[in-house]
């Protein structure tokens, strides 16, 4: 599932790229400020893409989705493409999460 949450971090950091010039040319941002926000975010979602093999990751991850979110404050596109990515993440979270169970559950029974 690792696979899976890391897919979704880099896609995410792919939307928030393209959400600066949406920033910049609609919602008057500054093309500095814009840039270094939204490519902080974007770059903080590739890095914690490779920490997800650590139990930080997955926490780091989760702050991500509600940074995302967030986003929607300056580019209002952004609450709705943050709450599909956040969607996305915790339902991978929770089937993880039932995967780890039943392979315990299989593994003590034979």
């Known amino acids: 599932m690792r ?31 814009a840039g270094a926000v939204g490519g902080g975010i974007a770059v ?16 780091i991850g989760s702050v991500l989705q509600v940074v995302a979110i967030a986003l929607g404050v300056v580019v209002p596109l952004m609450f709705f493409l943050g709450a599909i990515f956040a969607v996305l993440w915790f ?3 929770v089937l993880d999460r039932r995967v780890v169970a039943l392979r315990a559950e299989r593994d003590g029974t034979e």
Do not use: K, W
Not at 53 to 58: I, L, M, N, Q, V
């Open 44 to 59: 903080a979602c590739l890095v914690t893409a490779g920490l997800l093999r650590y139990p930080a990751g997955r926490v």
């Open 91 to 93: 339902v991978c979270l």
């Open 3 to 33: 696979s899976v949450l890391a897919a979704i971090l880099v896609f995410e950091a792919i939307i928030v790229g393209l959400a600066i010039p949406v920033a910049v040319s609609i919602e008057d941002v500054s093309g500095g400020r």
